[in-house]
């Protein structure tokens, strides 16, 4: 018996997995072009490496987002917009400045973000959105961690979020 992992639905990028078995042998067909794809153990080491190698990755991933998206809210919290500046890509902290013709610290502040705490986290590779009540905080990875790319960020039906601060 071989436990092999199968994709039962997929949506874009986002796929549900479930496990299974099949006997040793047993061919995995693709269930469109029905070509056989793999055979028995090679699916199941294939299979276990990938969930290894992505699983980690992922949660050390979800972490360092989760940290990154509280120490920017509570700095928005605490009023020290001169800390949650620091934690802007630099992009999103130019356009924020230019945008308001004032410094950094002086525009955030003028915004009155919430300050509530990171809800649910999605992580896209080096892309993350952090749910916030009523909104979001977008953040992007660069060598020097996890930076904010969106604040303030309320969904529009059917089109792409509204962000008071954004790259």
């Given at each position: 018996m071989v436990t092999t992992i199968r994709v039962v639905h997929q949506?874009?990028?986002?796929?549900?997995?479930?496990?299974?078995?099949?006997?040793?042998?047993?061919?995995?067909?693709?269930?469109?072009?029905?070509?056989s794809l793999l055979h028995g153990r090679a699916v199941a080491a294939i299979a276990v490496a990938a969930l290894v190698?992505?699983?980690?990755?992922?949660?050390?991933?979800?972490?360092?987002?989760?940290?990154?998206?509280?120490?920017?809210?509570?700095?928005?919290?605490?009023?020290?917009?001169?800390?949650?500046?620091?934690?802007?890509?630099?992009?999103?902290?130019s356009s924020l400045q230019s945008t308001s013709a004032r410094p950094c610290d002086q525009a955030l502040d003028a915004l009155?973000?919430?300050g509530a705490s990171p809800g649910a986290i999605e992580v896209w590779g080096d892309n993350a959105?952090?749910?916030?009540?009523?909104?979001?905080?977008?953040?992007?990875?660069?060598?020097?961690?996890?930076?904010?790319?969106?604040?303030?960020?309320?969904?529009r039906s059917g089109r792409p979020y509204a962000c008071s601060v954004r790259s």
């Open positions: 949506l874009g990028d986002r796929v549900a997995l479930t496990t299974g078995s099949t006997e040793e042998g047993d061919r995995v067909v693709d269930r469109h072009s029905g070509r190698a992505t699983g980690g990755c992922a949660s050390a991933a979800t972490s360092d987002v989760q940290a990154a998206a509280q120490r920017f809210q509570t700095a928005i919290r605490d009023h020290q917009p001169e800390v949650a500046c620091g934690m802007l890509s630099d992009e999103a902290r009155h973000l919430s959105q952090v749910r916030l009540p009523g909104g979001a905080l977008f953040l992007a990875e660069f060598s020097a961690g996890w930076k904010i790319t969106g604040a303030g960020c309320t969904p």
